[in-house]
């Protein structure tokens, strides 16, 4: 099943490649790097392009990386019952991996919250919820949506924890330790790629969300 762990990955992350941010902004004749944050997601996106475009571009990134999950399935699930589901995840985990670090871009995509909030729904979407809930909490509170995207990886991970070791996510308890371990990789993926933002809301200089903000002034 090794083979078929990294075929999975791979496959996902050609899925990833899919850039939905930059794809739309070239319609609208700009390149969505070169605006506000950088980063081709949905939340640069929004800022740039509105709320239309931001909520195009979060289907876009969480459908590409659910239809990434769907191949796995299909492609496994007569052989591998319930390992199937570990496949998705190496499948999921690929398509944040293309979408963040897509070669053709020079490396330079999105931060992976919207492929992330695909996964979940198309993984366990119990764990939805309370992810949804405590991201429109925190950027209702703070104005940082930032702040709310790292607490949703991390809420993510504990859920997947819980879950598991309930026994709900059916996973073969032996697969159970991969299973976290590749957890921790999607949480790891978003604090890394929020460090900067880290770093300013430690500092206090991070700016807050406004859709009165959009363009080159805001860094996400």
């Known amino acids: 099943m090794i083979g078929n762990r990294m075929l999975c990955l791979v496959m996902g992350y050609v899925f990833g490649l899919f850039q939905t941010g930059y794809l739309y902004g070239k319609t609208q004749h700009i390149d969505i790097r070169e605006h506000g944050s950088g980063n081709a997601g949905a939340t640069n996106t929004l800022r740039t392009l509105g709320a239309k475009a931001g909520l195009i571009v979060f289907l876009g990134d969480a459908g590409k990386t659910m239809l990434a999950m769907l191949l796995a399935w299909l492609l496994f699930h007569n052989q591998y019952g319930g390992g199937v ?22 490396f330079k995509g999105g931060k992976g919250v919207a492929c992330t909030a695909g996964f979940i729904l198309a993984f366990y979407p119990p764990m939805a919820p309370a992810c ?12 940082y949506v930032s702040l709310g995207s790292i607490l949703v990886g991390i809420c993510f991970f504990i859920q997947l924890l819980v879950y598991g070791q ?14 976290y371990a590749l957890g921790a990789a999607f949480m790891l993926l978003i604090l890394g790629r929020h460090h ?12 807050k969300f406004s859709m009165h903000k959009a363009g080159d002034r805001e860094k996400k």
């Open 196 to 207: 900067a933002n880290i770093r300013r809301l430690l500092s206090g200089t991070e700016n």
């Open 132 to 143: 949804l809930l405590l991201f429109i909490l925190v950027v209702a509170l703070t104005k």
């Open 166 to 179: 309930l026994g709900y996510l059916g996973i073969h308890k032996d697969l159970l330790p991969e299973a």
């Open 85 to 106: 589901r570990l496949l998705a995840m190496y499948a999921g985990l690929g398509s944040v991996l293309g979408h963040n670090f897509p070669f053709y871009m020079k």
